[in-house]
């Protein structure tokens, strides 16, 4: 086969594959973070693709609760955009993360979850993508089976930090897999097509580390207002959300950013952002928006779990 046919299946191939992770300010609330024992039961260590994976169920059809549009809340800090004797508004919010991210590392060694995912990237706002992702903290590794749409069901991801030599291993359905499995640099421009951020970035513990630089960042600026809401739910779950709001200036990267925080878990179970309106007072263009259910902790997982199977 030559040189520009395989490039185009590549091309066609790694459109098709998706990973997550994200790009704004800090959110919180303190509760109890999952230890070798959570409420949730931790189950047996499952093969990486599942018997029977979860029914994709388009999230535009089900969307998650938000605040409410007027909702009675304070700012967090002080005075929202006025940095006074308590520091930035943002800084409870990276202080919160902090204490979180180093009880997730000492007390999460693995977890599977559905992970459900929408993007805007070069300008486009991309579908709803339904995954059951599994990831592990030591080595880093990450498995993910694609459950919806039904164009991209029953792909496998892979990624183990020190394996491979680095590379991911995609393998898609149809025909595109009979030339598979394809090993794949995850910051390459081919793994990259249609991404927000690489297969590296995957995973909550991430996600709270992506949180505390881009608070870090935004700090330096006062123009920021910080506001929470309690009582909203994702898939059932009872949520405080941490909500930061920007004007339009060119040091800030998004509009309006929400933090959902699981009240029992400690975890930032989704986070939605928003740029701009084109227009005064018309509809915030999604930027990104990220969300884990079915959160199962301390499986056991092993290598066998980071492994394309065979289907």
Known sequence: MD????????LSLIALISLALLDVSIGSVSAQVPGSQPRQQPVQAQPASPAQPPTF????LQRQQPPPTQPQASPVGPAAGTPGAAGHPLDPEINLARQRLVTMQQKIQDYSCVFTKRELVDGKLLPYEQIFMKVRHNPFSVYMYFLGPEDVKGQQVVYVEGQNDGKMIAQPIGLKGKFGPYYLDPNGPFAMDGQRYPITNAGFVNLTKQLINEGMRDRQFPQCEVKQYKGAKVAGRTCTVTEIIHP??????FHKARIFVDDELNIPIRLESYLWPTQPGG???VLEEYTYTNLKFNNGFTDADFMIREQ
């Open 57 to 60: 169920q388009s999230p535009a």
């Open 248 to 253: 339009k200036l060119p040091q800030f990267e």
């Open 3 to 10: 040189a520009p046919v395989c490039q185009r299946l590549f």
């Open 283 to 285: 509809p915030l263009p």
